[in-house]
């Protein structure tokens, strides 16, 4: 059984190694950290990691969980495990992003789940997040940080991705429908909260609006 004490345990271990490993710049070292990582991934999840960026980050939390109730212990350590590796495999951006999106959704998913485990993963979270910028975010892990952004109090970076999924023509109606959620939630937070998310509620009705107005536009394009 998967214990935190023994997650947290392995994890700083590997974490250490690594670093050390990276430290020398050496191709056989970084060789060694590939092969680390591959197998401590493989002990936790049964997975190649071909097996594990095919799978979606869902799919891999019910999978490792045993198709039950998640298994917060496992599924961090996944997170934590996917990341040293796309950590690792720097020199290939598309393995290293497609990497660093999986361990990115899998920890906001535990977030939203309110896993106690996880109180203490927004640095890393948003290490990563600096770390993807300069790409294309897709829009399932847009989706996940507008939730993760409210969620956590920063209410002007949430209003800022709900932008930018509606300007990216990445909408339906569930989305829609979730940008209309947020304002009326914003609407009924105290002065004092909305002006610790940085979005006083002057803002927030004139975000409302400017919303409105993307939909009009997007609307009105698709005519």
Known sequence: MYQKDYIMKMI?????????????????????????VNEALYDLTGMSEGTLLKLSHKDLISIISGGKETNTEKCLALAEMLKLKADVSKDDSVRSFALYLKSLNIFIELNLAQSLLVQ????????????????????????????????????DKAEDVLFKMITANEKDEIIINEGFAFYNRLKGKTLMDLEGGNLPLDEVIEGLEVYQHLLTIEHKSLR
């Open 12 to 36: 700083e271990q590997l974490t250490m190694a690594i670093a050390t490993l990276l430290g020398s710049k050496s191709k056989s070292k970084i060789e060694e950290c590939h092969q680390m």
């Open 120 to 155: 203490n993963s927004n640095q890393t979270i948003n290490e990563i997040i600096d770390l993807i910028k300069p790409y294309k975010i897709p829009r399932e892990s847009n989706q996940l940080l507008f939730r993760y952004y409210e969620f956590i109090g920063q209410y």
